[in-house]
T-cell receptor
């Protein structure tokens, strides 16, 4: 079955530091890949996505590239801000269609210090 | 963009009572909605898939008699936690897929935090 593995957390960085959050997946076929962010006390929001190999998703300074050869979708940001403190979830959707389900990684908490 | 809204955002109830959580898609029609449960510092666990006009599909290990799901219209799904107990305390999140857009993307509600005393 499908699975998503995220690096262990939590992660604490100083403001303006470089961020990398690792995500690898196992899936059959050609999944779509997502990063969701959950700010304290809120629901999940889509951060970025990629639907095919070598696609790069980007939003709010965050980027992730769909690497089929390494089955990875690592999240990066060149300079984090305090406002980026949140929980980040990597997820995949194994097929298209209204009933397709998302498989989530465990999530990782990012704390950014001023 | 698509908006999914939940109500209430938090609720406290006594043990043995039932609690209903609503999930609405505000600007699109959703034939399918998903209910997740999130434990502290853990990932989201899919509980069930709510299907408009038909029975919900529950994931393995989820008690369908404990977590009643009704999807009576194309914009509303409800989750009722029956005879709630303290171990049911959790953060419940619903989501729906906007059929007008890319079908792999889910939009999530704000979540509902249930505390059972």
């Amino acid at each position: 079955g499908n699975s998503v593995t995220q690096m262990e957390g939590p992660v604490t960085l100083s403001e303006e530091a470089f961020l990398t959050i690792n995500c690898t997946y196992t899936a059959t076929g050609y999944p779509s890949l997502f990063w969701y962010v959950q700010y304290p006390g809120e629901g999940l929001q889509l951060l970025l996505k990629a639907t095919k190999a070598d696609d790069k998703g980007s939003n709010k300074g965050f980027e992730a590239t769909y690497r089929k050869e390494t089955t990875s979708f690592h999240l990066e940001k060149g300079s984090v801000q305090v406002s980026d403190s949140a929980v980040y979830f990597c997820a995949l959707s194994g097929d298209t269609g209204a009933n397709s389900k998302l498989t989530f990684g465990k999530g990782i908490t990012l704390s950014v210090r001023p | 963009g698509a908006v999914v809204s939940q109500h209430p955002s938090w609720v406290i109830c006594k043990s043995g009572t039932s609690v209903k959580i609503e999930c609405r898609s505000l600007d699109f029609q959703a034939t399918t909605m998903f209910w997740y449960r999130q434990f502290p510092k853990q990932s989201l666990m899919l509980m069930a898939t709510s299907n408009e006009g038909s029975k919900a599909t529950y994931e393995q290990g989820v008690e369908k008699d404990k977590f009643l799901i009704n999807h009576a219209s194309l914009t509303l799904s409800t989750l009722t936690v029956t005879s709630a107990h303290p171990e049911d305390s959790s953060f419940y999140i619903c989501s729906a897929r906007d059929p007008r857009g890319f079908t792999g993307e889910l939009f999530f509600g704000e979540g509902s935090r249930l505390t059972v005393l």
